[in-house]
C-alpha cells in the first residue's frame, strides 16, 4: 500500500532500458537479503536532568547536544537559551546516539519532581527501545559490454524502518547515491523505498546505508568477472573512478581519487600471498579461496544539501595556557586527543599546556551533529585555522604589558566549493573543510582582552634562568615567535629539520633575538632572520645569556641585568 511506506525516494540517469536492449549486453542479476544489526555499544543510554532557576540542565550520552537542545526546546516549549545539553564521554556511539531516546524523559520527570533525575537504560532494554541498522532487501541487475565497461544498473532497494521515520530517509538517500559503488556507470536507475511496520526502529549505523549497497553491487561484479572471464581486479580496474569523472550520485569527481591505487596495491599483495600456499591446496577437503571488493564513503552530511560545519575559539592566557573550546564530542575514538594534537603541532606548543572543552550546548558553538566522519575532517580543520590566525594576530599586534590574555574574536565562515553535477553545471552549496569562529562578547581592542585581572607573572619569586632556558617561555615560545616559514622557534630549528629555502639564524641571533630591548633594536626584521613576538619581557624569563648556573648567585645578577636594561622596566615581580 502506498501509506505503508515512510519514504520514497530514487535517481535516475541515462537510458537503461534501451541499454537491456542491445544485443551485446551481458547481463547480471543479484538478489541480497541484509539483516538487521544492533550496535551493542559498551554504554548503554542514559540521561541526568535536573532544573534550577527557571533553566533545566540535562547531561546525555549524545552525538548530537544541539539537536537535543532544540528538539527538548519544543517538548519542553521553553526556549533554547533555557536549556543546556552536555555530552558527556561516550561510551560508543556509531550512529545510535544520534538519534534522542532519554533525554526528554529525564528533563520533564525533573522539571516534575523537582529533583534531578537519572534513567538508563539495562542491556535489553537498550536494544528494544533504541535504533538499529536497518535490514534491506535489494535487488541489483548490471549489464556490461564484453570487453569488460559498465554499460547499466538497474537497482531496487527495499529497507525495513521499523514504526517511525527517524533516519530512515537519510541512510535511504546515501545509499541511493552510493549504490553503484566507486564506479562509472552511464545509465542509472535506482528506486528505493522504505516500509512502516512494527519492527524495531532503524537507525543511523557506520556506513549509513552505504554498507548494504556495497555488499550487492560487489558481489554483482564478482560474479560479472567470472561471467566475462576476467580477473576480479581488471573488472574494476577498468571502470574505477577518476579525477574528473562522475558519481552514480552525480557528483563531479575533482581530485583524491585513489583507486587505480588502492586496486593495484590490493592485488599485488594478494599474489604475493599466494605464492606463500602454492602447490598446497586443494588439500583434502580443504580449499583455499580469495576475494576483492572495492567502495567508498562520504565525508560529511552534505550531499551538496546540508551544511558541513566545525568550530574554534581559542584563549591564550598570561600563564602560557591555550583554552580551545571546540565543537563535537568524543565516543571514545580520541576527538578531544586529535583537536589538542593539531593545536600543538601548529602552534608547537607542548600538549600539556591545552586545555580543550568539548559537548557543552551552553560553552561550544552550535554546529551539526558529531556524524559520518565530520569531526576531524571539519573540526580539526577549524582548530587549524583558529591556530593560523592565532599566530598572525601575535605576529600584527603583540600583546602590552599589563594583558591578561589573548582571546580570538575574529569571525570566519564556512568554505564553500561548487558542486558540480554531470555537464559541469552546478549550484553554490556549503560544503566541507569549515571554520566558524564567534564573537564572545565583551570589550574588545584589537584582538585582546583588556583590563581584566592583574598582569600575568611568569616569573617565579626569586628565581630566573636565561630565557632560552626558561620552562614557561619554552613552553608557550611557539605561540608568540613565528618566522616567514611558519616554524614557530626562538632559536631556529637543527639543521636537519630545517626546510628547504629556510635560513639559518645568524650566529649573533641568539643574543639580538629575545627580549624588548632586541625588538626596540630592531622593529623590522628582514627576511630570513626570526621576529620575536614579544607577550611581556618580564614574563618570559631573563634575556641575559650569561646568567651562572647557581640559583643563589644567579637572582641578584639578573636583577641588576634587568635594572641596567631600559627594555625591560619594571624588572621582576619577587
Same mark, same amino acid.
Given at each position: 500500500?502506498?501509506?505503508?511506506?515512510?519514504?520514497?525516494?530514487?535517481?535516475?540517469?541515462?537510458?537503461?532500458?534501451?541499454?537491456?536492449?542491445?544485443?551485446?549486453?551481458?547481463?547480471?542479476?543479484?538478489?541480497?537479503?541484509?539483516?538487521?544489526?544492533?550496535?551493542?555499544?559498551?554504554?548503554?543510554?542514559?540521561?541526568?536532568?535536573?532544573?534550577?532557576?527557571?533553566?533545566?540542565?540535562?547531561?546525555?550520552?549524545? #552525538?548530537?547536544? !544541539?539537536?537535543?537542545?532544540?528538539?527538548?526546546?519544543?517538548?519542553?516549549?521553553?526556549?533554547?537559551?533555557?536549556?543546556?545539553?552536555?555530552?558527556?564521554?561516550?561510551?560508543?556511539?556509531?550512529?545510535?546516539?544520534?538519534?534522542?531516546?532519554?533525554?526528554?524523559?529525564?528533563?520533564?520527570?525533573?522539571?516534575?519532581?523537582?529533583?534531578?533525575?537519572?534513567?538508563?537504560l539495562t542491556r535489553q532494554e537498550d536494544m528494544i527501545?533504541?535504533?538499529?541498522?536497518?535490514?534491506?532487501?535489494?535487488?541489483?541487475?548490471?549489464?556490461?559490454?564484453?570487453?569488460?565497461?559498465?554499460?547499466?544498473?538497474?537497482?531496487f532497494m527495499f529497507s525495513d524502518g521499523g514504526p517511525?521515520?527517524?533516519?530512515?530517509?537519510?541512510?535511504?538517500?546515501?545509499?541511493?547515491?552510493?549504490?553503484?559503488?566507486?564506479?562509472?556507470?552511464?545509465?542509472?536507475?535506482?528506486?528505493?523505498?522504505?516500509?512502516?511496520?512494527?519492527? @524495531?526502529?532503524?537507525?543511523?549505523?557506520?556506513?549509513?546505508?552505504?554498507?548494504?549497497?556495497?555488499?550487492?553491487?560487489?558481489?554483482?561484479?564478482?560474479?560479472?568477472?567470472?561471467?566475462?572471464?576476467?580477473?576480479? !581486479?581488471?573488472?574494476?580496474?577498468?571502470?574505477?573512478?577518476?579525477?574528473?569523472?562522475?558519481?552514480?550520485?552525480?557528483?563531479?569527481?575533482?581530485?583524491?581519487?585513489?583507486?587505480?591505487?588502492?586496486?593495484?596495491?590490493?592485488?599485488?599483495?594478494?599474489?604475493?600471498? @599466494?605464492?606463500?600456499?602454492?602447490?598446497?591446496?586443494?588439500?583434502?577437503?580443504?580449499?583455499?579461496?580469495?576475494?576483492?571488493?572495492?567502495?567508498?564513503?562520504?565525508? =560529511?552530511?552534505?550531499?551538496?544539501?546540508?551544511?558541513?560545519?566545525?568550530?574554534?575559539? @581559542?584563549?591564550?592566557?598570561?600563564?602560557?595556557?591555550?583554552?580551545?573550546?571546540?565543537?563535537?564530542?568524543?565516543?571514545?575514538?580520541? !576527538?578531544?586527543?586529535?583537536?589538542?594534537?593539531?593545536?600543538?603541532?601548529?602552534?608547537?606548543?607542548?600538549?600539556?599546556?591545552?586545555?580543550?572543552?568539548?559537548?557543552?550546548?551552553?560553552?561550544?558553538?552550535?554546529?551539526?551533529?558529531?556524524?559520518?566522519?565530520? #569531526?576531524?575532517?571539519?573540526?580539526?580543520?577549524?582548530?587549524?585555522?583558529?591556530?593560523? @590566525?592565532?599566530?598572525?594576530?601575535?605576529?600584527?599586534?603583540?600583546?602590552?604589558? =599589563?594583558?591578561?590574555?589573548?582571546?580570538?574574536?575574529?569571525?570566519?565562515?564556512?568554505?564553500?566549493?561548487? !558542486?558540480?553535477?554531470?555537464?559541469?553545471?552546478?549550484?553554490?552549496?556549503?560544503?566541507?573543510?569549515?571554520?566558524?569562529?564567534?564573537?564572545?562578547? =565583551?570589550?574588545?581592542?584589537?584582538?585582546?582582552?583588556?583590563? #581584566?585581572?592583574?598582569?600575568?607573572?611568569?616569573?617565579?619569586?626569586?628565581?630566573?634562568?636565561?630565557?632560552?632556558?626558561?620552562?614557561?617561555?619554552?613552553?608557550?615560545?611557539?605561540? #608568540?615567535?613565528?618566522d616567514g616559514t611558519g616554524i614557530c622557534a626562538h632559536?631556529?630549528?637543527?639543521?636537519?629539520?630545517?626546510?628547504?629555502?629556510?635560513?639559518?639564524?645568524?650566529?649573533?641571533?641568539?643574543?639580538?633575538?629575545?627580549?624588548?630591548?632586541?625588538?626596540?633594536?630592531?622593529?623590522?626584521?628582514?627576511?630570513?632572520?626570526?621576529?620575536?613576538?614579544?607577550?611581556?619581557?618580564?614574563?618570559?624569563?631573563?634575556?641575559?645569556?650569561?646568567?651562572?648556573?647557581?640559583?643563589?648567585?644567579?637572582?641578584?645578577?639578573?636583577?641588576?641585568?634587568?635594572?641596567?636594561?631600559?627594555?625591560?622596566?619594571?624588572?621582576?615581580?619577587?
Amino acid at each position: 500500500k502506498a501509506d505503508s511506506y515512510i519514504v520514497r525516494t530514487g535517481r535516475e540517469t541515462g537510458d537503461v532500458e534501451k541499454c537491456k536492449a542491445e544485443a551485446e549486453i551481458v547481463k547480471v542479476r543479484v538478489s541480497k537479503d541484509i539483516q538487521p544489526q544492533d550496535h551493542v555499544c559498551m554504554e548503554p543510554v542514559s540521561a541526568i536532568g535536573y532544573a534550577k532557576d527557571g533553566r533545566v540542565t540535562v547531561y546525555a550520552c549524545t #552525538q548530537a547536544p !544541539f539537536e537535543v537542545r532544540r528538539m527538548l526546546a519544543k517538548n519542553l516549549a521553553m526556549d533554547e537559551e533555557n536549556i543546556r545539553v552536555v555530552a558527556t564521554p561516550l561510551g560508543g556511539g556509531f550512529g545510535k546516539k544520534c538519534d534522542s531516546f532519554l533525554e526528554a524523559p529525564a528533563a520533564v520527570a525533573a522539571l516534575c519532581c523537582d529533583k534531578p533525575v537519572k534513567v538508563t537504560l539495562t542491556r535489553q532494554e537498550d536494544m528494544i527501545v533504541t535504533t538499529r541498522r536497518h535490514g534491506y532487501h535489494m535487488d541489483y541487475e548490471i549489464g556490461f559490454s564484453k570487453d569488460g565497461r559498465f554499460r547499466y544498473l538497474d537497482s531496487f532497494m527495499f529497507s525495513d524502518g521499523g514504526p517511525y521515520e527517524a533516519e530512515s530517509y537519510g541512510t535511504l538517500m546515501t545509499g541511493c547515491l552510493m549504490s553503484g559503488g566507486p564506479y562509472i556507470i552511464p545509465n542509472v536507475r535506482v528506486d528505493a523505498r522504505c516500509i512502516r511496520d512494527n519492527n @524495531l526502529q532503524g537507525g543511523a549505523f557506520r556506513g549509513y546505508g552505504i554498507n548494504q549497497a556495497a555488499i550487492s553491487i560487489e558481489t554483482a561484479l564478482d560474479e560479472m568477472a567470472e561471467k566475462l572471464g576476467i580477473d576480479p !581486479f581488471e573488472l574494476r580496474r577498468r571502470n574505477a573512478v577518476y579525477p574528473g569523472s562522475c558519481s552514480v550520485g552525480g557528483e563531479l569527481l575533482e581530485s583524491s581519487m585513489g583507486m587505480h591505487d588502492t586496486i593495484d596495491l590490493c592485488e599485488k599483495a594478494v599474489r604475493e600471498a @599466494l605464492r606463500e600456499y602454492e602447490g598446497q591446496y586443494p588439500n583434502g577437503t580443504k580449499v583455499l579461496g580469495w576475494g576483492v571488493a572495492s567502495g567508498f564513503k562520504n565525508s =560529511g552530511i552534505g550531499k551538496g544539501i546540508f551544511i558541513d560545519d566545525g568550530a574554534c575559539r @581559542l584563549t591564550l592566557d598570561g600563564d602560557g595556557k591555550l583554552h580551545m573550546i571546540v565543537s563535537g564530542t568524543d565516543m571514545g575514538q580520541g !576527538f578531544r586527543t586529535a583537536m589538542v594534537q593539531i593545536a600543538a603541532e601548529t602552534l608547537r606548543m607542548d600538549m600539556k599546556d591545552i586545555d580543550i572543552v568539548i559537548g557543552d550546548t551552553d560553552i561550544t558553538i552550535p554546529t551539526g551533529e558529531s556524524v559520518s566522519e565530520r #569531526q576531524t575532517l571539519c573540526d580539526g580543520r577549524a582548530v587549524y585555522e583558529a591556530c593560523r @590566525l592565532l599566530q598572525k594576530e601575535l605576529e600584527e599586534n603583540p600583546p602590552q604589558p =599589563g594583558e591578561s590574555g589573548i582571546l580570538l574574536p575574529r569571525a570566519g565562515v564556512l568554505r564553500h566549493r561548487k !558542486f558540480q553535477g554531470r555537464g559541469g553545471e552546478g549550484r553554490k552549496v556549503p560544503q566541507l573543510p569549515g571554520l566558524r569562529l564567534r564573537n564572545a562578547g =565583551g570589550d574588545r581592542r584589537g584582538g585582546y582582552r583588556h583590563g #581584566q585581572g592583574k598582569a600575568p607573572q611568569g616569573h617565579r619569586r626569586a628565581r630566573c634562568r636565561p630565557r632560552d632556558q626558561s620552562a614557561h617561555y619554552r613552553r608557550t615560545d611557539a605561540g #608568540q615567535r613565528i618566522d616567514g616559514t611558519g616554524i614557530c622557534a626562538h632559536r631556529g630549528p637543527p639543521d636537519k629539520k630545517r626546510l628547504p629555502g629556510q635560513k639559518a639564524l645568524r650566529a649573533d641571533g641568539a643574543s639580538e633575538g629575545g627580549g624588548h630591548a632586541a625588538l626596540q633594536a630592531h622593529p623590522h626584521r628582514r627576511p630570513g632572520t626570526y621576529r620575536a613576538l614579544r607577550r611581556e619581557g618580564r614574563e618570559r624569563g631573563c634575556h641575559c645569556a650569561d646568567h651562572p648556573g647557581d640559583f643563589e648567585r644567579r637572582f641578584p645578577r639578573c636583577r641588576r641585568a634587568h635594572q641596567q636594561s631600559p627594555g625591560l622596566a619594571g624588572g621582576h615581580s619577587g
